[in-house]
């Protein structure tokens, strides 16, 4: 019935909620589980307040320290899942885009039959101007769409 779940992580709250959910329902189910975390461009990325603090504001140490941060985010993932759900067949990777429109795709072109999303796992603030990522998420992906609080 279900062969594939893939789980969005940001780091938040909500997405450990999400990732302990989809680590259980892959169990359940005998699903392997992808765990993926999506990074803005660093052309759109929102540049850190603390910007002053990089030596000569250099954008491409600001890049990278985004890439180490969300990689840090998966790694932290997957350890988790290991030591949760070790009998999970579980795997991970890093896109760079905006996150509803990846997670749509990669749910699509991978063929997974659930996708499951934080509730509100990009901020209040963030929300307000550009909308809920699981909304988008619900509406633009092909396939079952479980979204935790």
């Known amino acids: 019935m279900f062969s594939k779940v893939l789980v969005a992580v940001d ?19 005998g699903a392997a589980l992808t765990v993926i975390n999506v ?3 660093s052309a759109v990325a929102a540049v850190p307040a603390d910007i002053g ?20 985010i998966l790694e932290k993932a997957l350890a988790h899942a290991k030591a949760v759900k070790p009998n999970v067949a579980v795997t991970s990777f890093l896109k760079e885009g905006n996150a509803a429109s ?4 990669v749910s699509k072109d991978g063929g997974f039959d659930v996708v499951v ?25 092909p396939c079952t769409v479980i979204i935790v609080k």
């Open 102 to 105: 990846v997670i749509a795709e």
């Open 39 to 41: 990074t803005e461009s």
């Open 53 to 72: 603090s990089y030596p000569g504001n250099n954008m491409i140490v600001v890049a990278r320290d985004l890439q180490k941060y969300h990689e840090g």
């Open 117 to 141: 999303v934080g509730h509100r796992g990009g901020g209040k603030v963030r929300e307000l101007l550009l909308g809920s990522i699981s909304e988008k998420v619900v509406h633009t992906v």
């Open 11 to 29: 780091g938040s709250e909500n997405s450990d909620r999400a990732l302990d959910f989809a680590l259980d329902f892959s169990e359940k189910y």
